[in-house]
């Protein structure tokens, strides 16, 4: 792999190398895209890259220092995250960071560490990381990846160099999926609903009957207004059956309403789900734009109960409840 294999992010593969051509990498970098848009493969590739033995600006892949990146193993390259069974960066693991980064490389002329997702420090951790970054050893280039560059310190973000990953556009994320296997009709689908995240659209692909799965929801949310008190609690069983494996089934709700918004306002060539296009444009003519407003509020409203763990059945009837009449509390 190399920087080839970084999809859709060419100005930001083209700063990176000429940072490394010109041997004027940073002390600090800023890496900041929505999830799956390919920042934690960039940041790889571009160790790899300043890593690499043969080639001047990307990987060659057969030189010890690339095949010790490969292999997940090169000492002088190390990623911190969130722990197992904790939800923070700790202090601790960043007081870690700057005891290693006190020695020398070991194969290399410097060291790299990316810290993953960014905004996941805890504050004592972030003011530690601080004092790092405003003397940092001249041999260490520190990665830091984020969604929101708006929850880092603001001190923290003016000591790094900023690279702002685009988001990819629907052509090379099909392109990609075609290429996957999916066929035309499949991937105009996934390749919108993962809504210029690649990431999200190769996580959608590993799901098993996720298209069936898909089927059985929207059938459902096409009829809502006729279903009964034990097809509701049938869905629910369904859709927590769901949840719990990781199937994406907030984001297939929230686009099934945002797309009768989009016909509501003439926007068809923005549909998601074009292959219930005449199904979205029946809801369109019965709900207003305040019931569609109300029901992404009220799927925005559960998925939050549920992160805060209100027991799921019970978030998941009352929201179907509400969606079979959104003009009614």
């Given at each position: 792999?190399?920087?080839?294999?970084?999809?859709?992010?060419?100005?930001?593969?083209?700063?990176?190398?000429?940072?490394?051509?010109?041997?004027?990498?940073?002390?600090a970098?800023?890496?900041?895209?929505?999830?799956?848009?390919?920042?934690?493969?960039?940041?790889?590739?571009?160790?790899?890259?300043?890593?690499?033995?043969?080639?001047?600006?990307?990987?060659?892949?057969?030189?010890?220092?690339?095949?010790?990146?490969?292999?997940?193993?090169?000492?002088?390259?190390?990623?911190?995250?969130?722990?197992?069974?904790?939800?923070?960066?700790?202090?601790?693991?960043?007081?870690?960071?700057?005891?290693?980064?006190?020695?020398?490389?070991?194969?290399?002329?410097?060291?790299?560490?990316?810290?993953?997702?960014?905004?996941?420090?805890?504050?004592?951790?972030?003011?530690?990381?601080?004092?790092?970054?405003?003397?940092?050893?001249?041999?260490?280039?520190?990665?830091l990846?984020?969604e929101?560059?708006?929850?880092?310190?603001?001190?923290?973000?003016?000591?790094?160099?900023?690279?702002?990953?685009?988001?990819?556009?629907?052509?090379?994320?099909?392109?990609?999926?075609?290429?996957?296997?999916?066929n035309?009709?499949?991937?105009?689908?996934?390749?919108?609903?993962?809504?210029?995240?690649?990431?999200?659209?190769?996580?959608?692909?590993k799901?098993?009957?996720?298209?069936?799965?898909?089927?059985?929801?929207?059938?459902?949310?096409?009829?809502?207004?006729?279903?009964?008190?034990?097809?509701?609690?049938?869905?629910?069983?369904?859709?927590?059956?769901?949840?719990?494996?990781?199937?994406?089934?907030?984001?297939?709700?929230?686009?099934?309403?945002?797309?009768?918004m989009?016909?509501?306002?003439?926007?068809?060539d923005?549909?998601?789900?074009?292959?219930?296009?005449?199904?979205?444009?029946?809801?369109?003519?019965?709900?207003?734009?305040?019931?569609?407003?109300?029901?992404?509020?009220?799927?925005?409203?559960?998925?939050?109960?549920?992160?805060?763990?209100?027991?799921?059945?019970?978030?998941?009837?009352?929201?179907?409840f509400?969606?079979?009449?959104?003009?009614?509390?």
């Amino acid at each position: 792999m190399s920087f080839d294999s970084v999809i859709g992010q060419k100005e930001a593969v083209e700063i990176l190398q000429d940072e490394i051509e010109k041997n004027r990498i940073s002390h600090a970098y800023l890496f900041s895209a929505k999830k799956g848009s390919g920042k934690t493969k960039l940041a790889f590739e571009f160790a790899k890259a300043s890593f690499c033995e043969e080639s001047k600006v990307d990987s060659c892949g057969s030189c010890l220092n690339c095949r010790k990146m490969d292999h997940q193993n090169h000492p002088d390259f190390k990623t911190i995250s969130i722990l197992e069974g904790k939800t923070a960066i700790s202090i601790d693991q960043i007081r870690e960071l700057k005891k290693e980064i006190a020695y020398k490389p070991y194969d290399s002329d410097h060291k790299i560490y990316i810290i993953e997702p960014a905004e996941k420090m805890t504050k004592q951790a972030a003011n530690s990381l601080l004092k790092t970054l405003e003397e940092p050893p001249s041999f260490v280039t520190i990665i830091l990846l984020t969604e929101d560059s708006g929850k880092l310190l603001p001190t923290i973000v003016s000591r790094c160099q900023q690279i702002k990953l685009s988001s990819v556009s629907q052509q090379k994320i099909k392109d990609l999926l075609l290429a996957e296997g999916l066929n035309q009709e499949q991937a105009a689908i996934i390749s919108k609903t993962a809504a210029g995240s690649p990431g999200r659209a190769l996580d959608i692909i590993k799901i098993d009957d996720y298209f069936e799965h898909r089927q059985e929801i929207y059938d459902f949310l096409k009829d809502i207004k006729s279903k009964n008190t034990i097809e509701i609690f049938k869905i629910t069983e369904k859709v927590v059956s769901l949840l719990k494996s990781g199937f994406p089934c907030f984001n297939l709700l929230s686009d099934w309403y945002r797309d009768i918004m989009l016909i509501k306002q003439d926007y068809l060539d923005a549909v998601i789900n074009k292959d219930y296009l005449e199904d979205l444009k029946i809801m369109a003519e019965k709900l207003s734009l305040q019931n569609i407003i109300r029901s992404l509020e009220l799927i925005t409203e559960s998925e939050e109960y549920i992160e805060r763990n209100i027991r799921e059945e019970l978030s998941l009837e009352v929201l179907f409840f509400k969606l079979r009449q959104p003009d009614q509390e």
